[in-house]
């Protein structure tokens, strides 16, 4: 396997390459500015592989280093924009009913960042959560290009105060964010009862304000009609 990096400023970077056999990493050499380092786990002596290493180190700086660098700063041409695009992670720590233990699972998601290196860290009482509780901290893609990471903590109902930050390139500082409570499926399935019930008090206080207003306009009526006297009949009929 061998690889090169591009550093920050457009200057070649460490080229790295190494030799395994049968699952195991047998040499390894790094090449940067002309110097070389050379780690191998076979039992030779330094007489024995100068001839092999001299061979590498020549190789490396006439043919790979050069190659690999040219290669990749061709790809970088094309896809820069992308490799160098940087997106902020939305985080948030919830925390919900574990349905297996019948406890509690405290949650830091963050999703929607790019590049994909990211630092999640769970605090309990301001320190953080020793690596052995923790659960999850696999990367993952989304549909868009960008990725997310999820890290849980089973919790009982304590008192502590719990909180997650986030480290990333997009980032200029680091991001601190605090609990947030999801009450999860049994809180969810009430809200369309209530929603039901609110809708029929509605009808009905609407239903009641109508009849009591109908019922004031007939009094009204009914005050402000007279029937007419035996005198005004009968100065009428003499006219």
């Known amino acids: 396997m061998g690889l090169c990096e591009q550093l920050d400023n457009d200057k070649p970077g460490k080229m790295i390459t190494k030799n395994a056999y049968r699952g195991s990493t047998i040499d390894e050499l790094h090449f940067l500015d002309g110097k070389f380092t050379y780690h191998g786990s076979l ?71 790019y590049p994909r290196h990211i630092n999640l860290t769970l605090f309990r ?23 997310q990471m999820r890290k849980s903590l089973e919790i009982s109902a304590d008192k502590h105060t719990y909180s997650c930050s986030a480290t990333h390139l997009s980032l200029d500082n680091k991001l601190h964010v605090t609990l947030e409570y999801d009450h999860g499926e049994p809180f969810r399935s009430v809200i369309p009862s209530v929603l039901t019930v609110l809708a029929l008090m509605m009808v009905f206080g609407a239903a009641a304000a109508i009849t009591a207003w109908k019922r004031r306009s007939a009094d009204s009526f009914r005050s402000g009609y007279s029937t007419p006297s035996t005198s005004e009949e009968t100065v009428e009929t003499k006219q």
């Not at 024995?48 to 790809?75: D, G, Q, V």
């Not at 301001?126 to 993952?140: A, C, F, K, N, R």
Request: hydrophobic share 30%.
């Open 43 to 113: 039992n030779f002596t330094a007489q024995e592989i100068k001839p092999s290493l001299e061979l590498s180190m020549w190789r490396h700086e006439t043919i790979f280093y050069p190659a690999c660098i040219k290669t990749l700063n061709n790809y970088l041409k094309k896809r820069g924009t992308q490799v160098n695009r940087k997106v902020k992670p939305r985080v948030r720590l919830i925390q919900n009913t574990n349905s297996d233990s019948g406890g509690f699972r405290v949650s830091c998601l963050a999703t929607g960042f």
């Open 125 to 147: 009482d301001g320190q953080p959560v020793s690596d052995h509780e923790i659960t999850g901290g696999d990367l993952l893609p989304n549909g868009d290009g960008t990725y």
